[in-house]
């Protein structure tokens, strides 16, 4: 898991602390970092930027004449990856949910992103989840457009024992996403989780009918499901969304098989959004809520 962005890095560090560098020579390995950066998924202008911060950093960080070069070389990498996580804020759905329930209103969740990127799948792990910690779920089919998306959910929620509500195929999915709030209000659950057509963002029609869903339940919680596998094209998926719809947090699916890492830091630095879990594995119980410094330890050492 991530072997491609430990190698860059791992190539750097070796590189600036064997022997001592002029200017002109750091430059030279700032630019090969760069290159091997986007190699590993990481997004031209954000590896530029942040080997740009790198280099900044370690120019002005007193590297010890002897021994030690290279741990102080990786906290710099690990502190620039450190504030971009944790400086866009971090979501806990718990306490979120719990602040709701106080008000005796149930947390509504809608859920985004294109097909294949694990969206239902995500949201069944969300469900097991919610359930084992006493949460009363309610899951809503909203994709009434793909053939056998209503099953697929439906078998999922079997499994996980939550209820689901959708209409038949072809139903306005805005009045499925809807009746499910209505119902989850009159019946007392405490979380609404809201599946949606897996669309491609060049589709205006179907962007429009997301936008559509968005405006009528007024969700909470926006949450864009990302494909680490995308790598960086990930990042035009959700910045297209944003044009249409609030997102507020990103789940990472198919960790456990990336090996290059750089999704996540392209997402995060382009959207400013935060991670909320990582998908890492087919089980239900593989679902990490998202730490930065375990992730970052992760990057950097593995």
């Given amino acids: 898991m991530f072997e491609k962005f430990r190698e860059a890095l791992r190539n750097f560090v070796k590189a600036v602390t064997t022997r001592p560098l002029t200017g002109h020579e750091l430059k030279r390995i700032c630019d090969d970092l760069v290159i091997k950066l986007v190699e590993a998924d990481v997004a031209l ?86 359930k084992n910690e006493g949460y009363r779920v309610l899951v809503a089919c909203s994709d009434t457009f793909r053939a056998g998306a209503i099953e697929q959910l439906e078998e999922h929620c079997r499994r996980v024992g939550v209820r689901m509500l959708t209409h038949k195929y072809g139903a306005d999915p805005a009045a499925v996403a809807y009746d499910a709030v209505q119902h989850a209000r009159s019946r007392g659950y405490d979380v609404v989780l809201i599946d949606t057509a897996g669309r491609q963002h060049t589709d205006i029609n179907l962007m429009e009918e997301i936008s559509k869903i968005y405006r009528v339940v007024r969700p909470d919680l926006v949450v864009f499901v990302a494909d680490s596998l995308m790598g960086s094209d990930a990042l035009d998926q959700i910045q297209n969304y944003m044009k249409y719809i609030r997102v507020d947090g990103i789940v990472l699916t198919k960790v456990d098989a990336d090996p290059k890492g750089g999704a996540a830091i392209t997402l995060v630095w382009c959207s400013r959004r935060p991670i909320v879990y990582l998908g890492t594995g087919q089980k239900y119980s593989d679902l990490v809520e998202f730490n930065a410094e375990e992730f970052v330890e992760k990057l950097i050492k593995g």
């Fill in 45 to 130: 202008d954000v590896a530029e930027e942040l080997v740009k911060r790198i280099e900044e950093r370690l120019r002005s960080e007193r590297v010890p004449l002897l021994g030690g070069k290279s741990e102080v070389v990786e906290k710099v990498v690990k502190e620039i990856l450190l504030e971009l996580f944790s400086g866009v804020g971090r979501i806990r759905l718990e306490e979120l949910i719990e602040k709701k329930r106080s008000e005796k209103q149930p947390f509504v969740v809608l859920f985004v992103g294109p097909n294949g990127h694990g969206k239902t799948t995500t949201i069944a792990k969300i469900a097991y989840r919610l």
